[in-house]
Structures are given as C-alpha cells and as structure tokens.
C-alpha cells in the first residue's frame, strides 16, 4: 500500500534562510508525487509535481523538490524563505484511482 | 478563471443531525474529489466522480456519508446522521481529467459536530 511520511510536524526558520521540508514515500511503482501548500482557511495549491523524467522539478513561488528513488524521498526546498512562505505543506503520493497525503509540515518564519 | 466553490464554509451541528455540503467545480473538469481532512491529518480521499458516475468510494463511510453528482458538475455530499468523529474540513477538488493529477482544491467546509 502506498503511504507518505512527512517526519516534521512544525519548522521554524528565520526569513531570508533556506529551507527544507523532508518527504519519505513508499509505493510499490513508479511514483507521481506532489507537494500541496495550504494557507489557514484555504484550500490547497499545488506547488509542483514529478512524473517521470529530470529528479530536480521546479515549482512555484520558488520552490523545488529533488525526487531521489534510492532514499524514496521527495524533499521539498526553498533557498531563501519570506514572511508569506508561512503555512502547512504536504507531500503526496497518487495515481489514477489514488492520492495520498503526509500528514503535513507547519512552517513557521520568524521575522 | 473562477475556482471551485464549496459552501457552507462552516457548520455546527449536533451528534445525530444532518448535514450537506456543495461544490461546484472548475467549469469542465469532468473529474470531482470529495477529501476529509481532519485536524492535524493530511486529506483523505472519500469519494472520486468522473463525469457523474463514481470512480473510487471505498473509503466513503457508506452507512452515514453519501455524495452525488447529478448531471456531472455540481456535487452534494451528506452525512446523516453525524457524528463527532466526523469533525473535520470537507474539501472538494476538481482536475480536468483523471488523468492529469493536478487537483484544484475549493476554500473547504469546516464542520464541528458537538
């Protein structure tokens, strides 16, 4: 069965530091993975997506995430971080029929 | 380009009432998501529509919880009669096709059940 680890709960870093989100998956194919950011109240936005193809995926707002098949990890990385970066991120895992999701990351930017 | 609606964005009722929820998604996306995210939970998929027929329930809590989506946009997803367990946001995404994964995902309704 395919599930997702997302082994921080709550990160908090300084604005203008670097960041990253770590993401562990199992699955027993090739894996369609995503990171979502989910600002309070909202729904959430897709950041970026890997299919297949180049392991470093660039996203929105600045974001990447490097799929490493070896470690099944899909960490997601910011270099420098602003104050509106602050939110709830999730990893997930899907196909057709089957999306999901790590329990999050809150993050936390201290001015 | 208008995004997925859902309404109410929130609703309190007491164990053993009913309750329903709606979505309309992104105009022609033939494919609707009903997920519950439970607070400090990721979402968990509930049920998948493509078009108005069902794709994927089986983790829709049949005895309680039924969705519908008549004439293939609009969807309405109930639960009678509730329980507090069933506290959480309802978030219903949509995406073009199956195909494609990119889920766009509407504002969410928050329900607390006292």
């Known amino acids: 069965a395919q599930s997702v680890t997302q082994p921080d709960i709550h990160i908090t870093v300084s604005e203008g530091a670097s960041l990253e989100l770590r993401c562990n998956y199992s699955?027993?194919?090739?894996?369609?993975l995503f990171w979502y950011v989910q600002s309070p109240g909202q729904g959430l936005q897709l950041l970026l997506k890997y299919f297949s193809g180049d392991t470093l995926v660039q996203g929105i707002k600045g974001f990447e995430a490097e799929f490493k098949r070896s470690q099944s990890s899909f960490n997601l990385r910011k270099p420098s971080v602003h104050w509106s970066d602050a939110a709830e991120y999730f990893c997930a895992v899907g196909n057709n029929n089957d999306m999901r999701f790590g329990a999050g990351t809150r993050l936390t930017v201290k001015p | 380009e208008a995004g997925v609606a859902q309404s109410p964005r929130y609703k309190i009722i007491e164990k053993r009432q009913s309750v329903a929820f709606w979505c309309n998604p992104i105009?022609?996306?033939?494919?609707l998501y009903w997920y519950q995210q439970i607070l400090g939970q990721g979402p968990k998929l509930l049920i998948q529509f493509q078009n108005n027929g069902v794709v994927d329930d089986s983790q829709l809590p049949k005895d309680r919880f039924s969705a519908e989506r008549l004439k293939g946009v609009d969807s309405t997803l109930k639960i009678q009669p509730a329980k507090l367990e069933d506290s959480a946001v309802y978030l219903c995404a949509s995406s073009l096709a199956r195909v494609t994964y990119e889920q766009y995902f509407g504002p969410g309704t928050r329900l607390t059940v006292t």
């Open positions: 105009s022609g996306h033939a494919t």
């Open positions: 699955y027993g194919a090739t894996p369609y």
